[in-house]
C-alpha cells in the first residue's frame, strides 16, 4: 500500500507562492523526521527543510528560510511545505522524505538509503 504521496507542484512566477503537500501512512509519519529535498538538474541534491512529528521542530537551509514554512496535520498525517516569495534558483524537483534510521533530532542530510522517499514533484519558478 502506499506510504508516502506529494502533491502540490507546479509554475509559479518570481514573487509567487506554493504549498507542498506530503500525505503519508501512520508508519511513515509518527514521531519521524519528515521533509523535503529538492534536486535541480545538474546541481546536486539538497535538504529543504524538515519537521519533527513528534514535537513540531523544523529545520531550514539556509537558502529558504524565511520564505518557506514546514508543519504537520496530525487529523491527516500530512505535512506540508508552504513556499512563498520562490525565486528561480527554487526551479526543482522536490522529494518528500520519512526518515528510516529512527533520527530525533532531524537533520538535511545522510545518505538517500537512510530516507523513504517519495516520487517527486516539480516545481517552476519563472521570471
Known amino acids: 500500500h502506499v506510504q508516502l504521496v506529494e502533491s502540490g507542484g507546479g509554475s509559479v512566477e518570481t514573487g509567487g507562492s506554493l504549498r507542498l503537500s506530503c500525505a503519508l501512512s501512520?508508519?511513515?509519519?509518527?514521531?519521524?523526521?519528515v521533509g523535503w529535498f529538492r534536486q535541480a538538474p545538474g546541481k546536486k541534491r539538497e535538504g529543504v527543510a524538515m519537521?519533527?512529528?513528534?514535537?513540531?521542530?523544523?529545520t531550514y537551509s539556509d537558502p529558504v528560510k524565511g520564505r518557506f514554512a514546514i508543519s504537520q496535520d496530525n487529523a491527516d498525517n500530512t505535512v506540508y511545505l508552504q513556499m512563498n516569495s520562490l525565486k528561480v534558483d527554487d526551479t526543482a524537483t522536490y522529494f518528500c522524505?520519512?526518515?528510516?534510521?529512527?533520527?530525533?533530532?532531524?537533520?538535511?542530510?545522510?545518505?538517500?538509503?537512510?530516507?523513504?522517499w517519495g516520487q517527486g514533484t516539480q516545481v517552476t519558478v519563472s521570471l
Open positions: 522524505v520519512s526518515d528510516l534510521q529512527g533520527r530525533k533530532k532531524c537533520t538535511l542530510g545522510g545518505p538517500p538509503i537512510s530516507w523513504y
Open positions: 501512520q508508519l511513515r509519519y509518527n514521531n519521524k523526521c
Open positions: 519537521i519533527y512529528t513528534g514535537d513540531g521542530a523544523t
